[in-house]
C-alpha cells in the first residue's frame, strides 16, 4: 500500500471511530443542561397555552431551576443521575404568583404533574430536548 492509501486508510479509521463512539455514548451527556434556557413547547403532544420556560441555574453546585408559567415562578430542584440520561426534579416551590384564568390554571396543574413525573431525558439535537416519564415534555432551547 501506498502513502496515499495508508492516509485514506487512516481517515476512514478515524472517522468509523468517531460514529462508533457518538454511537454508544448517551444522548444525554452531548449537552449540558447549567445555564440554559427552554421553553416548553408540548406536553405529551398538546402544545401549552401561553409561555412556560425553565431556566436552568448557573451554579453547578446547587442544581436549582426557574420555571415561568402564565400562572407564576417557580423553583425546582434537579439532579441528574450518573448514566447520564435518569434527571429527577424537586417539588415545584412558588415564587411568584399571577392571576391567570381557569384554563392556564388547568394547564398549569397539568404541566406540573407531568413535571414531577419526569425520569429521563434526551437530547434531540442543541436545541430541542424531551423530558419523559409519566408524561413527555418537548423543550427548544432559548436563544
Known sequence: MNARGAIHVATLAVALLIAIGCAIVPSAYRLDLWKTAWVVSEVDGTPLPGTTSI??????????????????????????DTDGNEISLGDARLIEQLDCTSEQQAADAAFFAALEGVEEWTVQDDNHVQFSGTKDLSLVRQP
Not at 55 to 75: I, L
Request: proline share 4%.
Open 55 to 80: 431556566t436552568f441555574n448557573e451554579d453547578e453546585v446547587e442544581n436549582k431551576a426557574t420555571v415561568r408559567t402564565p400562572c407564576g415562578t417557580r423553583q425546582v430542584d434537579w439532579d441528574l
